[in-house]
């Protein structure tokens, strides 16, 4: 029913932080990150165990990058998902991966534990793309 979805659609906002009157907002009215926020529920909206999630951050500022970030990792916990988490930036994906796969130009180059990926990288596209990671040193 149309009281049914609606409820629905409004537990989806909140479940990602977002207030359920935006039910009735158009889209050009949202910003990146709610914009990021809504895919997300999106894809909750069918309980899935398993999600994709491509560049989910690649397009946002930092601080939002983070919002989103945290965002996944408490739905992972509180729904028991799973992530296959596709990006560029491995400070972003050493923070949110417990395993890593390495792929250069589609072809699997290196794979392992975050902390054996991050820390002793054997390939050296793997050696380039951490070299590339800025420090605050």
Known sequence: ??????????E????VGLDPTFARRFPHEFSGGQRQRIGIARALAVEPEFIICDEPVSALDVSVQAQIVNLLMDLQEKLNLTYLFIAHDLAVVEHVSDQIAVLEHGKLVEEGSSEQIT???SHPYTQRLLASIPSLD
């Not at 029913?1 to 409004?10: I, K, N």
């Not at 989806?12 to 479940?15: F, Y």
């Open 119 to 121: 820390t002793h990288p």
């Open 12 to 15: 989806l906002l909140q479940l």
């Open 1 to 10: 029913s149309t009281a049914d979805r609606t409820e629905r659609v409004a």
